[in-house]
């Protein structure tokens, strides 16, 4: 009549003996959790979150993802970071804009300079 309650007690409390077919089913049951559980349950810890991504992040053909940037958000981080040498070079500048953003390499397959709304420029970058 106790045997239940007796079992899940000695189950929460991991109180079967090593090499017991119940000690070694907790240990299958586990593992089958860690193997068959989705990865996104468990959140995505290997690959750090964007920080301050001041444009949305679309995907533009083909899945590549693409961001719109303001100059002058560049030239902010260029003159934060005393890079001004990168000014007259947009592709170096935008590579280390979206560095800074993302917290990892970018390689930059195309961008665009257009004016943008409210009449700023801004560059629309495709990258991977």
Do not use: H
């Not at 679309?58 to 303001?70: A, F, H, I, K, R």
């Not at 000014?87 to 390499?105: H, S």
């Amino acid at each position: 009549m106790f045997k239940l309650p007796e079992g899940i007690r000695r189950t929460i409390n991991w109180s079967y003996e090593r090499g017991s077919w119940q000690y070694d089913l907790l240990c299958l049951l586990i593992i089958a959790v860690i193997f068959l559980v989705p990865s996104r349950y468990f959140g995505d810890r290997d690959r750090p979150a964007p920080s301050g991504i001041t444009a949305p992040l679309n995907s533009g053909v083909d899945g590549v993802p693409m961001t719109e940037v303001s100059v002058e958000q560049v030239n902010a981080l260029l003159r934060l970071r005393e890079r001004s040498d990168l000014i007259d070079f947009p592709v170096e500048a935008l590579g280390l804009y979206l560095q800074e953003q993302y917290n990892r390499p970018v390689r930059i397959l195309r961008y665009e300079q257009s004016a943008g709304s409210q009449q700023q420029p801004t560059y629309r970058v495709w990258f991977e």
